[in-house]
Every structure is written in C-alpha cells, then in structure tokens.
C-alpha cells in the first residue's frame, strides 16, 4: 500500500509542477514574443544605422517571418539569411542595393568567442571590406584565419543572395 502512496504523491507534484509550467508559459509568451519583436527592430536599426532614418511604421517586422523585403529606399532591399557556421547556425541580416551587399549585421550565431568576435563588429575589420561587395568581388576575398568555416559560410551566404538579387521581395 506504502508503494501506491508513494506513486500516487508523485504522480501529484508532477502534475502540480506541469500547470505551473503551463501557467509561466502561459503568462510569460506575449511578453516574450514582445521582447523578441524589440529585438528584431533593434537589430534592424543597428544595421540600417543613420545613414537612412525609417518611421517604425515602414520598417518590417523581421521577426514575423520572411527573408526579403523592399525597404522605402530606392533600390534598398533587406535580407535574412540563416546559414551553418562551425559552431552551428547563424543569422544575417543585410541591406542589398543594385546587387551589392551594403550592410551586414550577424544577428545570431554559436560560434567560438574570442576566434569568430569579429562577427560582434560588422563596422571594422574583416566584415567592414565586405560592403559594396558583389557576389563576384566577394567570392575573391580571403576567408578569416583561425575562423575559416565561419567566414566561408558567411560569404557563401551573401554570394548566394547577391548572385540572385532579382529575387522577390516584399513590398
């Protein structure tokens, strides 16, 4: 009898604990999906930078699914790009106009802090000579020493969109 006791008092505090975690979940997903929307404009912001100031109104919502929109710029497109680096998958988000990467933010990636921080700095250094870059011209640049996998699957991911820039996008 103890042992139907025991399972049955078990059997309780699981499911006590399953609504409590139903219930966290339940209260927690709107703010939640609020915060990854904040995230996914202020990501956006960063990588449009002042060189074009857009009303939140028409920017769009990247958090909401898609991978290509028309931006209210002449000829400015907006790209999200998912590829696999050496740690595991990673996000880009890019502005291309007239087939030429204008900007790059890695918005997501796994990989190896201290080798792939480069990454983290979309303004300098290595990722910084890949703006007005085609497909072409960026098939030519070195990949980075010490993060070749990386580098490699980021510009492969960038050469494939560039290459296909009559892609439709949203409007």
Same mark, same amino acid.
Request: net charge neutral.
């Given at each position: 009898m103890s042992d139907l006791l025991a399972a049955t008092r078990l059997l309780l505090i699981a499911a006590v604990c399953?609504? +409590?975690?139903?219930?966290? /979940?339940? %209260?927690? *997903?709107?703010?939640? *999906? #609020?915060?990854?929307?904040?995230?996914?404009? #202020?990501? %956006?912001?960063? +990588? +449009?930078?002042? $060189? /074009?100031?857009?009303?939140? $109104?028409e920017l769009p919502d990247v958090s909401a699914g898609g991978d290509c929109w028309y931006l209210p710029a002449p000829g400015l497109y907006l790209h999200r790009m998912q590829t696999t680096g050496y740690g595991g998958p990673m996000t880009l988000l890019a502005t291309l106009a007239d087939g030429r990467l204008e900007r790059l933010r890695v918005t997501a990636h796994q990989e190896t802090p201290g080798i792939a921080d480069f990454l983290n700095r979309p303004d300098t250094g290595w990722m *910084?000579?890949?703006?007005?870059? #085609? /497909?072409?011209? %960026?098939g030519a640049i070195d990949t980075v020493s010490g993060a070749t996998i990386t580098s490699r699957a980021l510009l492969n991911a960038i050469i494939n969109r560039t290459a296909g820039a009559e892609m439709e996008c949203r409007r």
């Open positions: 399953a609504a +409590l975690l139903g219930l966290t /979940h339940w %209260l927690t *997903a709107p703010r939640i *999906a #609020d915060n990854q929307s904040q995230k996914s404009r #202020d990501d %956006l912001r960063l +990588l +449009l930078g002042t $060189e /074009h100031s857009f009303s939140t $109104e *910084a000579r890949l703006r007005g870059q #085609d /497909h072409q011209q %960026l």
